[in-house]
């Protein structure tokens, strides 16, 4: 083992992201698997983290203990829960590593724990990881300033697979926080997530959401910008898991030699606006 790897921590390892990332992270040069978390009680537990993700045995077992893995590791990657990150973001703190959040639903109780936390972590949380939502959040923010909001009405579109627990989802959201600051406005008070009824007119200036859900989509993306005659759509399609889990992965390179903080996958693609 190369031992200037960064050593990274997979939580939710048994899962579909969870294996996504320890496959991604074995073919990574300059990272390597030092532990995996399950939940407790998890029929993994005591697995090789190896098979449970297809690559054969790697002689890391499947455990229940992040305080014991999370000990002499650089970093942990968490695609979880909100009540488990924001526990795994306090022990993160506490071993002054890097710390990948690509959870979403969370509320902003649990923002503001991250926020804490960043104070000794290197926090990386993202709606999405992938190097390509996140190059169209960019281009959304940016045809959202150019086009007058009296003119011009903003659609979020989003379908996921039938087992997605939380919508709008976190790219949904992201898109959409993106298109609001393009505008100068917060998003919470300019949000219609919901429309059924005799709703009238559309409101000028909002910003709305549809969720779709069924089969297995990985994660489909649009935002449709309407105008009078025309219409805009920026859309992303995600193929595969593994674009998460590589962006991830990347997010926790860039955050290792980083000082403690608060940051954002276009912190590192460099595409952070000033």
């Known amino acids: 083992m190369n031992e200037k790897a960064m050593k990274l921590v997979v939580v939710g390892a048994s899962g579909r992201m969870g294996q996504a990332l320890i496959r991604i992270i074995h073919a990574t040069e300059g990272a390597t698997l030092h532990a995996a978390v399950g939940r407790e009680g998890s029929p993994f537990l005591g697995k090789d983290a190896g098979e449970i993700a297809g690559l054969g045995p790697i002689g890391i077992a499947l455990s229940d203990d ?67 939502v996140n190059l169209l959040s960019v281009l959304v923010e940016q045809a959202a300033r150019a ?4 003119d011009w009405d903003i659609e979020v579109l989003e379908m996921h697979h039938k087992h997605k627990v939380d919508a709008p989802s976190g790219t949904a959201l992201l898109l959409g926080a993106a298109a609001a600051k393009g505008r100068g406005i917060d998003l919470s008070d300019h949000s219609v997530r919901v429309r059924d009824g005799h709703t009238g007119a559309r409101a000028s200036g909002s910003i709305g959401f549809a969720t779709l859900r069924g089969g297995s989509v990985v994660g489909d993306h649009s935002v449709i910008i309407a105008g009078e005659g025309e219409n805009i759509t920026l859309s992303h399609s995600a193929g595969d898991r593994s674009i998460f889990a590589r962006g991830a992965v990347q997010a926790a390179l860039w955050a290792r030699d980083r000082k403690p903080g608060y940051y954002s996958m276009l912190d590192v693609l460099g595409l952070t606006s000033h």
């Open 66 to 132: 992040p305080l014991t893995a999370f000990l002499h590791a650089d970093g942990v990657i968490d695609f979880t829960k909100p009540e488990t990150s924001v526990v795994f973001a306090g022990l993160a703190a506490q071993a002054r590593i890097v710390h990948v959040i690509g959870t979403t639903g969370c509320s902003s109780e649990d923002e503001a724990r991250f926020e804490a936390a960043s104070r000794h972590a290197r926090i990386v949380k993202s709606g999405n990881m992938s190097l390509g």
């Open 147 to 150: 086009l007058p909001a009296n």
